[in-house]
Structure formats: C-alpha cells, structure tokens
C-alpha cells in the first residue's frame, strides 16, 4: 500500500525566514510525485510534479526537490501570502488500466508571519 | 479557462436526508477523481471515472454513498441516507487519463446534523 507522510504537521516561520518541508514516501514504483498548496475553503492548487530522483523545480520562491524516498519543498525568503497547507501525493506505477490514483499526505500547516 | 465547478458549496441537512454534490470537469479532461476531506483523515479518494466509466470505486465507505458520470461533462455523488458522520468537505477534480496533475475544484462543505 502506498504510503505518504508529511512533517512537521505546522511549521511558524517570520518573514524572510527560509526553511523546508518533507515528504516521505512508499511506493510501489514512483510514476510521479507532485505538491499542491491549498489555502482555506479552497481545493489544492497544483505546484509541481516530479518524475525521478534527483530531479527539481522552481517557481518563485519555492523550489521542490526528489530523492528515491523523499521530496523536500524548500522556501526561500517567505512572503506572509506563502501561508497554506501545502500537501505531497504519490502515484504508483501501475497497469495501463488502472488508471491515476493520487495518494495524498496529511499536509504542512505553513504560516508565515510578517 | 473555466475549472473545475462544484455545487453547492455548502449543504446543510438532516439525518437520514439523500445529499447530491455535482460537478463539471475541466473540458476535455477525460479522468474525474471524488475525494472526501476531514481533520481525522486527511484527503481519501473515494471513486475515480476513466472516460466516464468508474475505474475504482474501493474508497466509497459504504453503499450509502454512489456516484456516476453520464457524461464527460457532469457527475454526481449522491449519500443517501445521509448520517452525520458523512459531514466533510467533498473536492472533485479531473485530469488527462494518466497525464496529471489533477485540478481541483473548490469543494462542498456537507454538514449533516
């Protein structure tokens, strides 16, 4: 069964504060990895996806990396606007018919402070 | 563009009453994803459509709950009888068959007293 999970479960930063969130996973063949950021009363809003391990990519100030076991979403220099709940999922590898089932983890609780 | 659309945004009901949340994908999105989210468990899928036909529906708790796509522009998810511990926030979302990401819509908060 795949597995995400996600830490810390919130996280305070000051302004300009930079720092990381984790994501570990288990799956049975990574077919690809992505990160979401949802703000309240809203659905997740795609950020990234990643295929293979050593792979990145940025946009503004956030910066998503992959290693066989982990992603990590780096936060340069945060803006108060950065608070969300950023969220990791993992697709498997599977069968042609089985289509795109996203595992999802419980989520970073990100509040940055002005 | 348009995204994903759900109604209502927000459904207030009582016990034992059949709740329908509806949604419309992103136009030609060919895959739709009915996920349930809540403090306890996080975000669950519950059933996902491959060109309107329902490819795994093991994440629906019980047959209380159904949904179906009689098309590739609408779906529903229907709980009848609704209890209270159905109340979560329902997010539809849809993608490319096997091309992701997955875009969500903005959900429906379901309160069942």
């Known amino acids: 069964e795949d597995q995400v999970t996600q830490s810390p479960e919130a996280l305070r930063l000051q302004e300009g504060e930079s720092s990381s969130l984790n994501c570990s996973y288990t799956v049975s063949g990574l077919r690809g990895l992505f990160w979401y950021r949802q703000d309240p009363g809203k659905g997740p809003e795609f950020l990234f996806t990643l295929y293979s391990a050593g792979e990145e990519k940025e946009k503004e100030r956030l910066k998503a990396t992959l290693t066989k076991k982990e992603s990590f979403l780096h936060i340069t220099a945060p803006k108060p606007e950065d608070s969300a709940t950023y969220l990791c999922?993992?697709?498997?590898?599977?069968?042609?018919?089985?289509?795109?089932?996203?595992?999802f983890g419980e989520g970073t609780q990100l509040t940055v402070n002005p | 563009d348009a995204g994903v659309i759900q109604s209502p945004r927000h459904e207030v009901t009582e016990m034992g009453q059949e709740v329908t949340l509806r949604c419309k994908p992103i136009?030609?999105?060919?895959?739709l994803f009915w996920y349930r989210q809540t403090m306890m468990r996080g975000l669950e899928l519950l059933i996902y459509?491959?060109?309107?036909?329902?490819?795994?529906d093991s994440g629906m708790p019980e047959d209380r709950f159904s949904a179906k796509m009689p098309n590739a522009s609408f779906s529903t998810l229907k709980i009848q009888p609704s209890e209270p511990r159905d109340s979560a926030v329902y997010f539809c979302a849809s993608s490319f068959y096997k091309r992701q990401p997955q875009h969500f819509g903005d959900g429906t908060r379901l309160s069942i007293l």
């Open positions: 136009s030609g999105h060919n895959s």
């Open positions: 459509f491959n060109n309107n036909v329902p490819i795994d």
């Open positions: 999922a993992v697709q498997a590898r599977v069968e042609e018919t089985s289509g795109s089932r996203l595992t």
